[in-house]
């Protein structure tokens, strides 16, 4: 019985310790257990709301991605029939064009070729016809008639008037040309009666004083000083040159600086001519006139020939002696000239001022020998020689023509082929077979 009851009290102990400590232990842990199984059924249905709510979204997300593929599909396929008509519109835009530019290309292919076959064709017919025309005209009888055949034409010309007056080769101012023309009267009066001697003693001594003045400017504009008293330039050109110079010489002198200038070197350009004028007279005298007009002329040919020899004779930086000396040995190797054309030329040279160059200066000296005879030039280029009878028919043509006497002045050139080429002062007459040659090959195609 003690047992049992000991028994009992030690299980009432245990029981109450149970109960004491342990149940409360258990039911918190219970309760723990509990609230941690509340908590994840909380958290399991919140995470079925939003596995529920995230299917939504889904549904949603996959409807409005549906809707916008649908619309970028159809936006493709109307972005696809623009680009589609578009590309369409520009391949028959850019076929027109290739096709224009094929035509314009076949166009221009076409012309290109008939322009080539004209020019080829054309140039042959040109060149078979010079050569007809040199087999032609190389019978000297067939190069005549061609001569003939344009002086025939020139016949029924119409004339035209042709002025050449003495001095005409000065450009000279209204008061020049009328102090020019007192001073040309002075000398026809000083050169009345005058042997050739005395008047090549005139040239020499005025073409020294032109050459003072060029050196002396000074001098120069002392003496051309307009003024209404020429008295105190006389009385200067009386104390430096009175008895110095040939009394002739002298009195043209004092009258040209009497006169009024337009500007200073129109003195030294009157004392020049007149000097020029006091060797033509000269000319004249000794019946050597023509022969100065033409030696002149051909030795301006030279000039126009040989620009190296011109250049030379114009340098104004070489000295005029050495110039001279130079124009001496080319007329020498030449042939030589009758003294009064070398004389001029020599004056000529010496006198070049400024941008003045020989050929022009000599060009210039023999149109005045011409005028001074009351004569027009004519240069004439012909093939070959002209005869007697063609030259005094084409005198007389070219005389008829300009109203007024003409000195032919003929030069030979063999490329002429026929015809004449002739220029009087600033008018052309060309007749050459070389010409309408070169014409004809001018109107070809390029």
Do not use: C
């Not at 003495?166 to 002075?186: M, Q």
């Not at 015809?419 to 077979?433: A, F």
């Amino acid at each position: 019985m003690s047992t049992f009851i000991g028994n009992l009290v030690g299980f009432a102990i245990i029981g109450f310790l149970l109960w004491k400590y342990v149940v409360p232990l258990v039911k918190r842990m219970m309760q723990t257990q509990q609230e941690a199984v509340r908590t994840a059924l909380e958290e399991s249905k919140s995470a079925a709301e939003k596995l529920a709510n995230a299917d939504q979204m889904h549904q949603k997300a996959l409807e409005a991605a549906d809707s916008e593929a649908a619309k970028v599909k159809e936006e493709a396929q109307s972005e696809s029939e623009r680009i589609k008509e578009n590309l369409r519109e520009q391949a028959a835009t850019e076929a027109e064009r290739i096709k224009s530019q094929g035509e314009q290309q076949v166009h221009l292919l076409r012309q290109q070729t008939i322009r080539g076959l004209r020019q080829h064709l054309g140039g042959e017919a040109v060149q078979k016809a010079e050569q007809i025309v040199r087999d032609y005209v190389s019978d000297p009888a067939a190069q005549a008639s061609t001569v003939d055949r344009f002086l025939d034409d020139l016949d029924q010309m119409a004339p035209s008037p042709a002025v050449l007056e003495v001095g005409a080769t000065l450009n000279l101012r209204a008061s020049s040309r009328e102090a020019l023309a007192e001073l040309v009267k002075k000398f026809e009066s000083v050169a009345d009666g005058a042997q050739a001697d005395q008047l090549s003693k005139i040239a020499d001594d005025l073409a020294a004083i032109a050459k003072l003045l060029i050196a002396q400017t000074a001098l120069k504009n002392v003496l051309a000083e307009g003024n209404d008293d020429p008295s105190a330039k006389e009385r200067l050109a009386g104390r430096l040159f009175e008895g110095k110079i040939d009394g002739s010489a002298f009195e043209l002198l004092k009258s040209a600086v009497a006169q009024r200038w337009s500007t200073e070197d129109n003195l030294i350009d009157a004392l020049q001519h007149v000097a020029r004028l006091a060797l033509l007279v000269a000319a004249e005298r000794d019946g050597k006139s023509e022969e100065v007009e033409e030696q002149l002329f051909r030795f301006g040919r030279v000039l126009d020939s040989e620009a190296r020899l011109n250049r030379l004779l114009s340098d104004p930086t070489v000295d005029a002696e050495q110039r001279n000396s130079l124009l001496k040995k080319v007329l020498d190797a030449g042939g030589g000239v009758n003294p009064t054309t070398a004389a001029l030329l020599a004056q000529t040279v010496e006198l070049l001022r400024g941008d003045e160059t020989a050929d022009t200066a000599v060009n210039d000296l023999a149109e005045l020998a011409v005028a001074r005879r009351g004569e027009a030039v004519a240069e004439v280029t012909a093939a070959a020689e002209l005869s007697d009878e063609q030259r005094t028919r084409l005198t007389e043509v070219l005389s008829r023509i300009y109203g007024t006497d003409v000195a032919v002045h003929l030069n030979i050139d063999p490329d002429v082929l026929g015809g004449l080429l002739i220029t009087v002062g600033d008018e052309v007459i060309d007749g050459s077979i070389s010409s309408r040659l070169a014409a004809a090959r001018a109107g070809l195609p390029d």
